[in-house]
């Protein structure tokens, strides 16, 4: 049975990332006594490095047929946009299976639906969320393009975003001449695009995040740096947690929001969620000297632009399946640099430095919101994915909502964790 929690009780949210923050910080504007745990800073992991992008048009997960026929191509080239360390397959295989098991039509309908339900809040949510943290400024809200090389690229694109567009997306396409109008840098190679204009981004996710953790601290939240090595139970719920120096932290519940790092309390439980790293790299050139305004995504190389202040620019993509742990494999990084250029033409390195991170990703691509099945007290927000910053004001929104016992704006059941 779910809980229900009353301002001023105590909530516990483990994991300072965007997912964590936006929670705990919507928490604590609905009067509860927060405490933020995180084994390191906030928004030092994956919400660190990401692109910045609120991308409410992804409303169809990734095995969607149209990109498991890609896969064979993609795999063979170990630079590709997706890549597989063989050595983990066997890890992965049940993931991979689910996966597989996610394409079905009638089940990427099922999960297109699920997922246009929770990005169609996006902007509402954050803009709420957005507000009250004063960070306003930061929200580009004009729209993102996706390029195409000629007509007959976008053809091919096109039953996708028709699909979009029945689950409210609005899109315009746009030919050479209106995406120069658009973005006059952009090179002669790319013939049309799509321009989502409710597409927003922010120029860097991590001063986003820090400042969507500042206005927690603000409000009255507390933060503790300290690893959570369990959650504890007493008469049947979760009764907070066990820390590594802080000894033991009690509360009415416990959020657990660690991303790829969830499954250390799912395992606990003896819950099988079958979270995996899709590692993904950028690249920053804070000095590129390009002045970009849209976001700009390159559909057929699988990665993304991302324009940065002062014509910087954040390169990112990529799916890597490896576990979280192996070493990163930086030429991912460096072939975005060439795909980039034949977008924008030449731009400067200096100051350049590449990142990895790893996204949460369950093989469905919906997220996990809800109370853990069996255990009164504790709560998972995970498996994000690619949709992480995207979705976490919408996340904490929901979660909020659940706490206090309400009827949530959406029927959560498709974001439960029981469905695996
Ligand atoms: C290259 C790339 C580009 C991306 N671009 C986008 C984008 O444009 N838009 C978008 O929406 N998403 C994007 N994503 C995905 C997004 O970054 C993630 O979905 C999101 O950051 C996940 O946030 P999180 O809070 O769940 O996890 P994280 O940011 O990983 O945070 C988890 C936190 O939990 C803490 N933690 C873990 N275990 C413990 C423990 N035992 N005790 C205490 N603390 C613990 C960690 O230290 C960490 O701070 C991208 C990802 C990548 C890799």
Known sequence: MADTLVAGDE??????????????????????????????????????????????????????????????????????????????????LPWLLRFLAASRPSRVATLTRDLSALL???????????????????????GNLTLYRNQQEFDAALPAWEEKRRHGVQWQALSRSQ??????????????????????????PYTFSCGLFDAFVREGGRFVQDEVLATLEQGGRV???????????????????CGVWSDRFTRQHHYRVPLESERGYHVNLPKAGVKLHHFI????????????????LRLAGTVE????????DWRRAHILLDKARRIVGDFSTADMTVWMGNRPSLPDTVPIIGPAPQQPGLWFATGHGHLGLTLA????????????????????????MCRF
Request: hydrophobic share 50%; glycine share 8%.
């Open 297 to 312: 995504q390159c559909a057929s190389e699988s990665f993304v632009i991302l324009p940065m202040a002062d014509g910087g």
């Open 239 to 257: 009764s907070g947690v066990e820390t590594a120096s802080h000894g033991r932290l009690q509360a009415a519940a416990t959020v657990i929001a």
């Open 120 to 142: 169609r809040r996006v902007n509402q949510d954050y803009a709420a969320l957005i507000a009250q943290a004063g960070l306003g400024a930061m929200w580009r809200r004009h």
């Open 321 to 328: 399946l490896a576990h979280r742990d192996a070493p990163a």
């Open 11 to 92: 909530v516990i949210v483990v994991g300072a990332g965007v997912v964590g923050i936006a929670i705990a910080l919507q928490l604590r504007l609905e009067g509860f006594a927060v405490t933020l745990l995180d084994r390191g800073e906030p928004a030092m992991e994956t919400s660190y490095g990401n692109a910045g992008a609120f991308a409410i048009s992804d409303v169809i997960p990734l095995a969607e047929p149209g990109v498991l026929r890609k896969v064979p191509g993609w795999m063979l080239d170990p630079l590709g946009p997706l890549a597989l360390r063989w050595r983990y397959l066997p890890s992965l």
């Open 393 to 416: 004001a919408t996340t904490a929104v929901l979660l909020t909502s659940m706490l206090q016992g309400r009827t949530p704006a959406l029927d959560m059941q498709p974001y439960r």
């Open 179 to 204: 995406l120069l109008a658009q973005e006059p840098l952009l090179a002669e190679e790319w013939q049309c695009a799509v321009r989502v204009p409710d597409w927003s981004h922010v120029d860097d």
